[in-house]
């Protein structure tokens, strides 16, 4: 729910790209034998502790200043933004609780794992909603919390995702901080400073899960896995290509080329997970861009469906063809060759 300072309120219409709240099996997580990678779970644990950005989430005088100057296009680009960074930290901030609390008794180490992670998504809702009270907006975050559906994803496949979206996370940050950071005249707004240790915490929440992933052997060493790092793969990079399309406006604000910040962002996040899944895409396959962007115009057709004032069955109809052309391609995508990592943990004992 986004509230305005005048009391109107509106809630943002969901779609499959939006950004979704989650629950899972907390009593097999409690379970989880962790042992065999207990070493490196408590390093990362014994970080999260130190708590290196707690005093690196404070506004400081910049923000003071008005953003009246901003024309009504470019306020509603980054209230889209932050308000959708937002609910993604958010998300993130209620599944980390509600781990970690039905954590505490059983498996007190990733208890209190989850709980310094809760921390950190906390800190950064926190702080993206205080920058929307600068363009007048507020994210009614009880709201979501009562409102919100949650879906339900088994423990393993927690792993998997979240791994994925904490260090996807970590290279969009740090690519955008790079880049503003030998091009200042682009950076139009303050948060962006904050980037740099921001991608920190991302990254160490993904060692975190990689240490987890780690010691479950049979989500990395197994056939089925494979098949399901491919997938989740496939899936984090699918939806941030077709999410960033619909927000092209918001990159060339900020001096980005937008399809070249996704592919760059898309090959790193892959390079980095090669070091801990027992499979990795080809990105650099002729047809790996071509397919992403076969889904893309699929997915931008769906959407001019969306606004035509047909009715549901005229428009169901139209967009069968599209969703063909979504599938086939998602499909062809999955079938292309896969690059095998061959890590030690990986391996059968």
Same mark, same amino acid.
């Given at each position: 729910?986004?509230t305005?300072?005048?009391?109107?309120?509106? %809630?943002?219409?969901?779609?499959l790209?939006?950004?979704?709240f989650?629950t899972?099996?907390?009593?097999e997580m409690s379970?989880?034998?962790?042992?065999?990678?207990?070493?490196?779970?408590?390093?990362?644990?014994?970080?999260?502790?130190?708590?290196?950005?707690r005093?690196? =989430?404070?506004?400081?005088?910049? /923000?003071?200043?008005?953003?009246?100057? =901003?024309?009504?296009?470019?306020?509603?680009?980054?209230?889209?933004? @932050?308000?959708?960074?937002?609910?993604?930290?958010?998300?993130?901030? @209620? @599944?980390?609780?509600?781990?970690?609390?039905?954590?505490?008794? %059983?498996?007190?180490?990733?208890?209190?794992?989850?709980?310094?992670?809760?921390?950190?998504?906390?800190?950064?809702a926190g702080?993206?909603?205080?920058?929307?009270?600068?363009?007048?907006v507020?994210?009614?975050?009880? /709201?979501?919390?009562?409102?919100?559906? $949650?879906?339900?994803?088994?423990?393993?496949?927690? /792993?998997?995702?979240? $791994?994925?979206?904490?260090?996807?996370g $970590?290279?969009?940050?740090?690519?955008i901080?790079?880049?503003?950071?030998?091009?200042?005249?682009?950076?139009?707004?303050?948060?962006f400073?904050?980037?740099?240790?921001?991608?920190?915490?991302?990254?160490?929440?993904?060692?975190?899960?990689?240490a987890?992933?780690?010691? !479950?052997?049979?989500?990395?060493?197994?056939?089925?896995?494979r098949?399901?790092?491919? =997938?989740?793969?496939?899936?984090?990079?699918v939806?941030?290509?077709?999410?960033d399309?619909? +927000?092209?406006?918001?990159?060339?604000?900020?001096?980005?080329? +937008?399809? !070249?910040?996704?592919?760059?962002?898309? +090959?790193k996040?892959?390079?980095?997970?090669?070091?801990?899944?027992?499979?990795?895409?080809?990105?650099?396959?002729?047809?790996f861009?071509?397919?992403?962007?076969?889904?893309?115009?699929?997915?931008?057709?769906?959407?001019?469906?969306?606004?035509?004032?047909n +009715?549901?069955a005229?428009?169901?109809? %139209?967009?069968?063809? %599209?969703?063909?052309?979504?599938?086939?391609?998602?499909?062809?995508?999955?079938? @292309?060759?896969?690059?095998?990592?061959?890590?030690?943990?990986?391996?059968?004992?």
């Amino acid at each position: 729910m986004v509230t305005k300072t005048n009391n109107n309120s509106s %809630q943002k219409k969901e779609s499959l790209l939006t950004p979704r709240f989650y629950t899972t099996d907390f009593k097999e997580m409690s379970e989880l034998d962790v042992s065999s990678n207990v070493d490196e779970i408590e390093a990362i644990v014994k970080e999260f502790r130190i708590d290196y950005n707690r005093d690196h =989430f404070i506004r400081d005088k910049e /923000f003071t200043q008005g953003w009246n100057s =901003f024309d009504n296009s470019t306020c509603d680009i980054f209230i889209e933004f @932050l308000e959708r960074s937002c609910t993604a930290e958010f998300s993130g901030f @209620l @599944l980390y609780k509600e781990i970690s609390r039905n954590l505490k008794k %059983q498996n007190p180490l990733l208890a209190e794992g989850f709980s310094f992670m809760s921390r950190d998504e906390a800190r950064h809702a926190g702080f993206l909603n205080k920058a929307m009270s600068d363009f007048n907006v507020s994210l009614d975050l009880g /709201f979501l919390t009562k409102n919100r559906r $949650y879906t339900f994803f088994a423990p393993k496949f927690i /792993f998997y995702a979240t $791994y994925l979206s904490e260090k996807i996370g $970590y290279w969009r940050y740090i690519t955008i901080y790079r880049h503003l950071e030998k091009n200042p005249n682009f950076c139009v707004y303050p948060i962006f400073r904050f980037f740099e240790s921001w991608c920190q915490d991302e990254n160490r929440h993904g060692d975190f899960f990689a240490a987890i992933l780690k010691s !479950q052997k049979p989500l990395l060493n197994t056939y089925e896995s494979r098949l399901l790092c491919k =997938f989740f793969l496939l899936s984090v990079f699918v939806t941030m290509y077709l999410n960033d399309i619909q +927000r092209k406006d918001f990159y060339s604000t900020i001096g980005l080329e +937008r399809k !070249q910040f996704d592919i760059h962002v898309i +090959r790193k996040t892959n390079q980095s997970v090669g070091t801990v899944f027992p499979v990795i895409l080809d990105t650099d396959h002729i047809e790996f861009v071509p397919l992403l962007d076969r889904c893309a115009e699929a997915h931008q057709a769906l959407i001019g469906i969306e606004k035509e004032e047909n +009715r549901r069955a005229v428009q169901f109809l %139209q967009k069968i063809p %599209q969703y063909v052309k979504m599938a086939s391609n998602l499909l062809h995508l999955y079938l @292309l060759p896969v690059i095998n990592t061959k890590y030690v943990w990986t391996e059968k004992i």
